[in-house]
């Protein structure tokens, strides 16, 4: 597919009719996470079939057999092109590039990749998801710090990036105070041990006093972001939640550059009036090259201890704008005192079992792990036939590199 007839498909809004157009434009949001491409401007898709019925067949085409990303590509495009309207069945099937496809996909990944990002000391298998959304005020801190001790509560390791510079919120929604302490130059993000978990936190909050905070004003925004990214010894983790300033600013695109392997889940209220602004942050990070993975709902019907719901704020947002951007509404979390409660208090309202809150959060968590975002075992994969291949090509034996590393990464 050539870079013209590509961005044709992107001009084409995905609530539209179903389509071979709407499909393939839901497989621009499915990322291979080590080429950091989405999976149509690689040349991965080799065929799609649209039938009147809403049943739709997708060939992917990988870059090497065995690789456990195969089952994460294939549940990402089944999750993508089955959240469009009209779709009834996704049937995705797989195939085995062959050495030629596989030097273009390469190159092509290497020229997306001619700005390389800076590096960072994520590990390669930590999955980095941005919470978002287009104004401030609808939870994305509330549902960042809760669905991080969720996770948590799983035995996971979470890092909690605030990179909220000005408006930062988390050290007070975790209850956590302290000051970061540098090694080798690196920060070391706080830690708080929640359940067999591991949360590792950091933020503006950790750096500053609120007074000379406001003395970073001088400074690119971006910048700042960047040094939490690059300067910072995060240690292994399972995920990476970045709680987001509000709006579709320098930060985000400098994630985008930074991290393109990260995932935005937006969060958003329930009034449809509000989507629009939400929309915006979706289309935004699609054209960063973000992939939008799903959308929470905030602030949903509250129900009094009679049982009796309320929809204070209108209903259908979060439902709708998921549609509309063609990803999983991951979750709809009531209006409950409690959230911000345990906010105010420093424990947020997921830490406590007994809470109804918690277990809501405890669903989204699980959604996240098992499908929206799972954890993945590299070994074997691209990011190894990648390097591969820039090792042969540094030696001069560049014919050879690809081959080989069908071999070694065969099952
Ligand atoms: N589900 C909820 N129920 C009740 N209050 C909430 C809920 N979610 C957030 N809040 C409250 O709304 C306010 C804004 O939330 P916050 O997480 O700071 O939003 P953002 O980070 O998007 O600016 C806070 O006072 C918080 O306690
Ligand atoms: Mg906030």
Redesign the pocket.
């Known amino acids: 597919m050539t870079r013209s007839e590509s961005s044709a498909v992107e001009g084409t809004a995905p609530s539209g009719e179903l389509s071979e157009v709407t499909v393939r434009n839901a497989l621009r949001g499915v990322i291979d996470p080590e080429l950091g491409a989405d999976i149509v401007e690689l040349g991965m898709v080799t065929a799609v079939a649209v039938a009147e019925d809403g049943a739709v067949d997708v060939e992917v085409a990988l870059t090497v057999a065995g690789c456990p990303l195969r089952t994460q590509i294939k549940r990402d495009v089944e999750t993508r092109v089955g959240a469009l309207r009209g779709v009834r069945t996704v049937e995705v099937s797989t195939g085995v590039m062959d050495a030629e496809q596989r030097q273009a996909v390469m190159a092509r990944a290497r020229l997306l990749a001619r700005d390389p990002a800076p590096a960072t000391d994520i590990p390669h298998t930590a999955r980095v998801i941005a919470v978002a959304?287009g104004k401030?005020?609808?939870?994305?801190?509330?549902v960042t710090v809760n669905l991080a001790v969720a996770m948590a509560r799983r035995g996971l390791t979470i890092g909690v990036l605030d990179a909220d510079i000005w408006g930062f919120?988390v050290p007070r929604l975790l209850g956590m105070q302290g000051e970061v302490e540098a090694r080798d130059k690196k920060m070391v993000p706080l830690k708080r041990r929640v359940g067999d978990g591991v949360l590792r936190v950091l933020s503006m909050g950790f750096l500053a006093d609120e007074d000379s905070a406001i003395m970073w004003r001088g400074l690119i925004l971006n910048r700042a972001v960047q040094q939490f990214l690059e300067d910072v010894h995060w240690g292994d983790l399972d995920y990476l939640l970045i709680d987001m300033p509000?709006g579709t600013g320098d930060i985000q695109m400098g994630l985008a550059r930074m991290l393109p392997r990260t995932e935005v889940i937006v969060v958003t209220t329930p009034p449809v009036a509000a989507q629009k602004v939400a929309a915006r942050t979706a289309d935004m990070a699609r054209k960063g090259y973000l992939r939008v993975a799903g959308v929470i709902e905030?602030?949903s019907d509250f129900t009094c201890e009679h049982g009796t719901s309320y929809a204070l704020f209108g209903s259908g947002g979060g439902a709708r704008l998921a549609a509309d951007v063609g990803v999983p509404l991951i979750g709809q979390?009531?209006?409950?005192?409690s959230?911000?409660a345990g906010?105010d208090a420093g424990t947020p309202v997921a830490l406590d079992a007994s809470q109804p809150l918690a277990e809501v959060f405890d669903r989204i968590a699980d959604a996240v792990i098992t499908t929206i975002a799972p954890v993945v075992a590299m070994d074997g994969c691209s990011v190894r036939l990648l390097e591969q291949v820039e090792a042969a090509v540094a030696a001069g034996t560049a014919d050879d590199g690809p081959r080989q590393a069908v071999e070694t990464g065969a099952p």
């Open positions: 959304s401030g005020g609808v939870g994305k801190s509330s919120s509000p905030n602030m979390i009531p209006l409950h005192p959230v911000a906010g």
